[in-house]
C-alpha cells in the first residue's frame, strides 16, 4: 500500500506576532520548566506534565496532558534541528492516536526588535481533517504562549 504524499491539504502555517523579542520566545519552547507552565496547561481543564526534554538534534521530548474527562493524550518526538533564537523542527507523534501519524513542525522565530513573529509549520498530515483538528489545537496552545511570554515581559 502506498504512502500518502503530503501536499498543500496536509500542510498547516500559523503566523503569530508576539510581544516579546525572539529569544524569549524561543526559550519558552526549549527550557522544560518555561514549557510545561503553558504547554501542558494551555487551558483551564487540562493538566499535564513533561516526561523528557532533550533539547538537542536527535533529543526526546514527551508529553502527558490530562482532560477534564481523565483521558490522557500522549504527544512524543524528536527534534531535527535547533537553530538557536532562530529555528526549531522535531518530529510530532501522538502515541495515544497513533492514526495522525507521524508529523514535522518547524519553527522560525522572525526578529522584530521588541516583538517576533513566530511562524509554524505542521506538515505530513494523512489528511486535511488532521490538519485542521491540530489548528484548532495549536490556536490555543499559541494563545496561552502568548500570556506566558507577554507576562513574563511585564507586557512590554
Known amino acids: 500500500m502506498a504512502s500518502p504524499v503530503p501536499g498543500p491539504a496536509t500542510a498547516l502555517h ?30 483551564p481543564e487540562l493538566t499535564g506534565k513533561l516526561v523528557v526534554m532533550d533539547v538537542r538534534p536527535g533529543g526526546r521530548y514527551g508529553f502527558d496532558i490530562s482532560g477534564a474527562d481523565g483521558k490522557v493524550f500522549k504527544v512524543r518526538g524528536e527534534y531535527l534541528e535547533i537553530k538557536a533564537p532562530e ?60 500570556r506566558s511570554v507577554e507576562k513574563s515581559s511585564g507586557g512590554n
Open 14 to 43: 500559523i503566523r503569530r506576532v508576539f510581544n516579546a523579542p525572539r529569544e524569549r520566545l524561543f526559550q519558552a519552547w526549549t527550557d522544560p520548566e518555561r514549557m510545561t507552565e503553558w504547554f501542558c496547561h494551555a487551558k
Open 87 to 146: 529555528k526549531l523542527v522535531f518530529t510530532w507523534y501522538w502515541e495515544t492516536e497513533p492514526e495522525h501519524g507521524d508529523t514535522v513542525v518547524t519553527l522560525e522565530f522572525v526578529d522584530l526588535g521588541a516583538n517576533s513573529e513566530l511562524v509554524l509549520t505542521h506538515e505530513r498530515f494523512a489528511n486535511s481533517d488532521a490538519r485542521d483538528k491540530h489548528n484548532n489545537g495549536w490556536a490555543f496552545v499559541l494563545d496561552s504562549l502568548q
